[in-house]
């Protein structure tokens, strides 16, 4: 759950600020990050959920470049349906699709580095401690 919650920080202060410079409104862009990121960060929770099925984890596919493809596309068609949804403006939906995942994608992949990094870390610890060491 830190995970998640860590990530949704990232995502939603990326979200209002392409947002607000897309728009020009303080109130579209705040609904717009709000909501998006939320749909997103549920979305993030479920697609985390998928990636640790024993088979996903163990398979070549568990680099975090796989990883960030496939939320790409989900964040992706995620940001264009909440954006035209709010704004009922195609090119508003699109572009926002275009940007902010974009954006975000970058983070994801850096955050999803970090924390590999960390549980590999966490996992190499546990391993020392068990191990004796005569």
């Known amino acids: 759950m830190k995970k998640t919650i860590s990530f949704a920080a990232i995502h939603f202060t990326v979200a209002f600020t392409v947002a607000y410079l897309l728009t020009g409104d303080i109130l579209i862009g705040s609904l717009i990050a709000m909501i998006e990121p939320m749909v997103n960060t549920v979305a993030f929770y ?21 990883k960030t493809i496939s939320f790409a596309i989900v964040h992706f068609t995620v940001a264009f349906t909440v954006v035209y949804l709010l704004t009922g403006d195609i090119l508003i939906g699109s572009v926002m699709a275009m940007i902010e995942p974009a954006i975000n994608t970058l983070a994801y992949y850096f955050h999803e580095r970090v924390w590999q990094k960390k549980e590999h870390q966490q996992s190499t610890n546990l391993f020392d401690i068990v191990v004796c060491q005569h």
Do not use: I
């Open 46 to 66: 479920f697609h985390e959920k998928a990636w640790q099925t024993k088979t996903l984890k163990q398979s070549h596919y568990s680099a975090p470049a796989s």
